[in-house]
């Protein structure tokens, strides 16, 4: 199993930025890759950004690209997401995946919250 644990969720004023973070515990030796997604009051869960360990490449949903940038430092088993020129439409809770090699496994964190205030 994978545990992940995110943190830097809070209240930011539009235009404003945040880094959340995500750090990976367990077997984190069979983790392909990590993303991030979000899901608003009312709204399914959307994927937000992705980042594969292979060969750190990075793909994003349309909506954040050019001001969200997922990265990692594969070491210490932590992903970013560093938001910027955040929208109120950003507002939303944002959680953590891990995509497993074994059998295709899917790991979540708790979530944490990100509220931009206009």
């Known amino acids: 199993q994978v545990q992940l644990v995110e943190s830097g969720g809070g209240l930011v004023q539009a235009g404003g930025s945040l880094r959340l973070s995500c750090a990976a515990s367990?077997?984190?030796?069979?983790?392909?890759?990590m993303a991030w997604f979000r899901q608003a009051p009312g709204n399914e869960r959307e994927f937000v950004a992705r980042?594969?360990?292979?060969?750190?490449?990075?793909t994003y949903n349309d909506s954040v690209k050019g001001r969200f940038t997922i990265s990692g430092d594969d070491a210490r088993d932590v992903v970013y997401l560093e938001m910027n020129s955040l929208e109120s439409a950003d507002t939303a809770v944002y959680y953590c995946?891990?995509?497993?090699?074994?059998?295709?496994?899917?790991?979540w964190g708790q979530g944490t919250q990100v509220t931009v205030s206009s």
């Open positions: 367990g077997r984190t030796f069979a983790i392909y890759s």
């Open positions: 980042r594969w360990r292979s060969n750190k490449s990075t």
């Open positions: 995946a891990a995509n497993l090699y074994d059998g295709g496994s899917t790991y």
